[in-house]
């Protein structure tokens, strides 16, 4: 039984508010390290752990109170002068919120958190009695960060991670020396630091608490289930629903004129007047009502700098995780599926992709590496990006691995161009195959992140230049409930498309299709594209040869999918298939003639066998 019986809403809005508070707490840490003396970043502090403070004893919880009273005397000291901040008493800091953090998740649970590991307490305690704190809290250790890769990978190799040694372009033939520890998802889904604190002391004992892969918390996060929402929003949704209201009482008011008998002009003009403005405030209160599931991207965001923070002390690197576009707003569960693949970019950007101090100095480039992370609105998608100033990668050395995993051929590499290549690491099986062991879990390769964007019906492009850095793109539509999409035609079946990837409508005149390497194709102002019958993708009888060419755009090519006719343009609520999802089908949707119509994954049903859509092997036109 809870602990916490008949306080369960209390206990949600503290945790609510409390997690939000210490993820801004843990930001202005790092700020606070580049400005140790600001007094405004230490007053905040203090102010944050007081109120967790209060909470906490609001709800009898007296172990999360004594953390937080320890820590908030350790700041009242220095904001008072009488401690000065140094590198050491900042990890011991870190230590602290790390404690209150995994308390937070004791209370989650429903349960009265344990006490905190008693070398904080005492290191805490130390420091207030003014006792030195390098003689309490050891100094970090510098060893490689956790690879975040696949375990389940086919491909054999050494335990330890991915070798991104081949992969990134060496400078000045210093490659990164690395050996990888793996997380494991439920840590990256909580979306807080997953690699050890900087003194091992400091972790949890066994008999504590319930631990896993090396005394490591391993219970899910569950999915939140409530929304902040502006008033204003509320509001007018409120003022809509009511015009709605009078709207339909006039509808009904003419509906008994008609039926009595009155089908004079002025009455069914009345009627279509009536009519189209119930549509017009329908269509208003749809757009309302999703504006309700949007929230500031920047709520995720502010976990990370934290994330960036601890990586970069541990592997001994000067590394600022940058923030801009923190106010784009994105669906309400595109947020929080989004914290897996966020945080596996991030961390190898700061462990893989920046380089170690000496590495950056011979090199000619500043001491501080630059890691950003950015959120802007593209008309109707959301654009991330993930992006470094390091070593980059050299698509030249992606190929001879892929080759080597035996993940692609020989003559396959040979036909990729740099993009092609940089988007092999997205391959299932690029990642290596480590041992499960007490130390390790199951963690998330580039190969999952692709998955996770597909599933938001995104789509992810790498572009790398050896000695400059990486860039990662995420394109995410702007909402999952609703999906622009076209409408095609095989016979009378409909078909949806996502309107997105639709770049334009053209007719198909056999005379004109060529036949190049095996496929046909079709030259479309001088750029030669495959041609694809839907009807062939589909595993359906091709009847007739397809009359038009819908022409898309995929991140990784441009193709014209040959369909029969047309039905149109429509907005597609989306309904998804938990149960049985068959292959290229993302969802559902019903037409405003009560038709189910299916909406097509068109980058699934790309997919040859094993392989991606990136080394031409889209299959021909083929009418018999």
Not at 362 to 390: M, N
Request: charged residues 25%.
């Amino acid at each position: 039984m809870s602990d916490f019986a008949g306080m369960e809403d209390l206990l949600q809005d503290f945790l609510q508010e409390a997690n939000d508070l210490l993820s801004d707490v843990d930001n202005k840490l790092v700020d606070l390290e580049k400005m140790p003396d600001d007094r405004s970043l230490l007053n905040d502090i203090f102010r944050g752990f007081h109120t967790v403070k209060g909470g906490a004893g609001f709800l009898n919880a007296t172990e999360l109170v004594t953390l937080c009273h320890l820590t908030e005397n350790l700041f009242d000291k220095l904001r008072n002068a009488e401690l000065h901040l140094t590198p050491e008493l900042m990890d011991l800091i870190m230590a602290a919120t790390k404690g209150v953090r995994d308390m937070f998740g004791d209370l989650s649970s429903g349960v009265q958190p344990m006490p905190a590991p008693a070398e904080l307490l005492h290191a805490l305690e130390a420091v207030l009695k003014g006792e030195a704190v390098a003689g309490v809290v050891a100094a970090p250790t510098v060893e490689a960060a956790p690879v975040v890769v696949e375990a389940a990978a086919p491909v054999a190799a050494a335990a330890g991670g991915p070798d991104w040694e081949a992969l990134h372009g060496a400078v000045n033939g210093q490659p990164p020396v690395a050996t990888g520890e793996v997380i494991t998802r439920a840590e990256a889904a909580a979306a807080v630091p997953a690699e050890k604190p900087t003194n091992a002391a400091f972790g949890r004992r066994g008999s504590d608490r319930p631990t896993g892969g090396g005394g490591r918390r391993v219970e899910e996060r569950a999915r939140e289930n409530t929304i902040r929402v502006d008033t204003s929003r509320l509001d007018q949704v409120l003022n809509l629903s009511g015009e709605i209201g009078l709207t339909k009482n006039r509808l009904t008011s003419l509906r008994a004129d008609i039926l009595a008998g009155k089908n004079d002009g002025e009455t069914l003009h009345a009627l279509d007047q009536a009519v189209s403005q119930l549509d017009l405030l329908v269509s208003d209160l749809q757009n309302s009502v999703m504006k309700t599931r949007m929230q500031p991207i920047g709520r995720l965001f502010q976990k990370y700098p934290r994330i960036a923070r601890d990586l970069a002390r541990q592997l001994g690197k000067d590394v600022e995780l940058v923030l801009a576009g923190e106010e784009t707003e994105v669906d309400k569960t595109m947020i929080e599926d989004l914290a897996d693949p966020l945080i596996h970019l991030i961390r190898n950007a700061v462990d893989h992709g920046v380089e170690a101090t000496a590495e950056r100095a011979a090199a000619g480039k500043s001491s501080k590496s630059l890691v950003r992370l950015e959120a802007r609105q593209e008309g109707d998608h959301i654009v991330l990006i993930v992006a470094d100033d390091g070593r980059g990668m050299s698509a030249e050395r992606i190929r001879a691995k892929a080759v080597e995993k035996g993940l692609i051929s020989e003559e396959e590499a040979n036909t990729l161009d740099d993009r092609q290549s940089f988007n092999l690491i997205l391959l299932p099986g690029f990642s290596t195959k480590t041992e499960i062991s007490d130390v390790s879990g199951r963690g998330v390769g580039m190969d999952v992140v692709k998955t996770n964007i597909q599933k938001l019906n995104g789509s992810i492009d790498i572009r790398s230049e050896p000695g400059k850095g990486s860039v990662f793109l995420i394109s995410l539509p702007l909402t999952l409930a609703i999906l622009p999409v076209l409408l095609v035609l095989l016979g009378d079946q409909p078909f949806a498309l996502p309107l997105s990837l639709v770049r334009e409508i053209l007719p198909i005149e056999r005379d004109k299709i060529q036949e190049v390497g095996g496929k046909s194709t079709l030259v479309v102002r001088g750029e030669i594209l495959p041609v694809v019958s839907l009807a062939r993708l589909l595993g359906w009888p091709q009847e007739r040869y397809p009359e038009y060419g819908v022409l898309m755009q995929t991140a990784e090519r441009s193709f014209i999918l040959g369909v029969d006719s047309f039905a149109g343009r429509d907005d597609a609520v989306i309904k998804s298939l938990e149960d049985f999802r068959p292959r290229g089908v993302a969802g559902v949707t019903t037409l405003s003639n009560g038709q189910i119509v299916l909406i097509l994954d068109m980058k699934e049903l790309l997919v040859d066998g094993q392989h991606m859509d990136i080394g031409g092997r889209i299959p021909a036109l083929d009418m018999g």
